[in-house]
């Protein structure tokens, strides 16, 4: 397939070239950092936002169901790209900066095909994985892939619909494998949390299945309850004598 074409007025370049142009017009200084961001700075907050999860995940009850909807974002950001490689190769379609001169191309010399961005597919199904896992952190994993979509436009090295094929294909792959994901991660994380290993689940003291159980050393959890006013205990033994 020769790429995506249009005929006619192209809302598609139209939004490249309104976004882009503000790449123009932007300090130098700006645009070196639009570049470090939209390259390597999404992706890292991303990463410590995962991080920050997993280690408040440990101290949830039922941290292991938890933990396995964490690991699952990553996951499926790496089945994502993976599925990103054939429909590259099947739509061929450019970088916008060899159909369109004049733009402002902030990372020159890619040479690989635009449909669909691969920023954009991973950060959105690290995105919607926090989502499913974790509401706020999702949140926040959304608006960074937003963002992330932005600035590769901005870069010159996307088209919007680039950007949104990302997402699309993130998403996809983050919800329709969701249920098979738990239902292969709940059990090897479970049975991680009841292991030597269990910190990489759980914190300690915390029941690897939302139930009392095991603390995070191995010994009994003990429920107990509200403590007895002082004196009770030894009113009731003079009752019984």
Known sequence: MAGLAFEGPNPDVDVLDGINGLAKDAPHWVNKAMEYIGEYGIIAALAVLCLIAWWSARRRPGAAGAVAGLVWAPLAAGIALLANIPIREFVERPRPFKDHAGLAVLIPGKSDFSFVSDHATLTMAVGVGLFIAH????????????????????????????????????TAVALLLAPLAQALLVPLTT???????????????????????????????????????????????????
């Open 135 to 170: 509401r706020t952190y999702g949140l926040i994993g959304i608006a960074l892939a937003l963002a992330e979509g932005f600035c590769r436009v901005y870069m010159g090295v996307h088209y919007p619909t680039d950007v949104i094929g990302g997402f699309a294909l993130g």
């Open 191 to 241: 049975a991680i949390g009841r292991s030597k290993a269990y910190w990489l689940v759980r914190a300690p003291g915390v029941p690897v299945d939302g139930r009392p159980g095991q603390d995070g050393e191995g010994s009994r959890v003990v429920a107990t309850g509200p403590a007895l006013p002082r004196g009770t205990e030894e009113r009731d033994k003079d009752l019984a004598a």
